[in-house]
């Protein structure tokens, strides 16, 4: 998949300002969060990951990159933060390897560790836009894991752990299926604690 055709307006969407704390859940080798950093160098960018070989390519590249960024060892269904800690989460095809439950887990958590008016903006695979989408998404859409991705129902899974609301702000045609772009609010007044409506914590 050619990742240089979304991240760059991924990026972009976030609007990160000088001082934001911004999360990326299941930073992999860090590609999108050097790319985050590079945008608004006075923000504080951390990469969680719950593969510790992956995590240690990340501080690698890191290094090699000459910018800072932390990293933490953790799963996005249960996040090793404390409420409202984050101006701005990014998950870049991450959701669709969670099972439907820790899906739900991972946006409750997201919005736990947000800030009131934080926002969470996605990357991943949704309901197709074409025919020749829809056909290529029949090889996935009985899945647990994408299954809420090809039938369009992520706004209101999202909407679901307490979010505000939600917008699909792009769409990419890939030979794996229909990438869409998500940004989704947390409201101002955003409680704390156990915020999202299905939480655990």
Known sequence: MREDLFKPRLVKQVGMQPGHRVLDLGCGTSTLTILLKRRQPQSMVVGLDGDAVVLARAREKVAEAGVDISFDAGMAY?????????????????????????????????????????????????????????????????????????????????????????????????AFGTLVLIRAGKPEGGAGGSEGRNGTS
């Open 78 to 174: 249960r996040l090793p933060y404390p409420d409202r800690s984050f101006d701005r989460v990014v998950a870049s095809l991450l959701l669709h390897h969670l099972t439907s439950d820790n899906k739900r887990r991972a946006l409750c958590e997201t919005f736990r560790v947000l800030k009131p008016g934080g926002q969470l903006h996605i990357a991943d695979f949704g309901r197709p836009h074409t025919f020749l989408m829809a056909c290529v998404s029949l090889i996935v859409r009985w899945l647990e894991e994408t299954y809420e991705h090809v039938k369009g129902l992520m706004p209101g899974v999202i909407r679901d752990a307490g979010f505000t609301y939600t917008e699909e702000t792009g769409c990419y045609t890939t």
